[in-house]
């Protein structure tokens, strides 16, 4: 299902996130969806952007490659291959998240950019309110939720995925 309201937000994530990438930068979407929507906004300022999901039909333009893989296998991309990792509300549906930061980090040059966008605790009665009694987002989806992380705890993995960093940036939202 994607109803009206997970179109809105995913038009709003990406809005607020789309600031954040680079221009001419090579981007990896990690849980892309079915429909590459994310990579497809910023390809044309983009010089570079490979998506990977579980549940994706092979895509491919110009700017765009997309292919299906099993999510915690490791990505078949060089090791400080791409500028921008994105982990856009994905790291939720993963039984072991830290797996997936640490490839993340793995294809991540070294001065590369990790956005990640996840509920919060308190975001998790809210989104089923929506999805099972209201029926306006996606009941799948948020069934499909095994972790909720607090600002604090994606810190802590990001910094568990062994890779250090000249700045230190924060950006919740």
Sequence with gaps: MNSLLDKIFRF??????????????????IGCGENPYFLK???????RGVGFDLKVTEYKNSII?????KILDQIPLEKESVDVVTLLAVIEHLE?????LNE?????KNDGVLILTTPTPLSKPI???????????????IKNHKNYFWPKEIKKNVRQGRFQRKEDKELFF
Aim: glycine share 0%; aromatic share 10%; hydrophobic share 45%.
């Design 12 to 29: 709003l994530r990406t809005k607020k996130v789309i600031k954040y990438i680079p221009k001419n930068s090579i981007v990896c979407d």
């Design 65 to 69: 490659e997309v292919k299906n893989l």
């Design 96 to 100: 072991q998240p830290q797996e997936i």
């Design 104 to 108: 993340a980090f793995r294809i991540l």
């Design 41 to 47: 906004k910023i390809s044309k300022f983009i010089k």
């Design 127 to 141: 989104l089923e309110f929506l999805a099972f009694k209201m029926k306006l987002i996606d009941k799948n989806e």
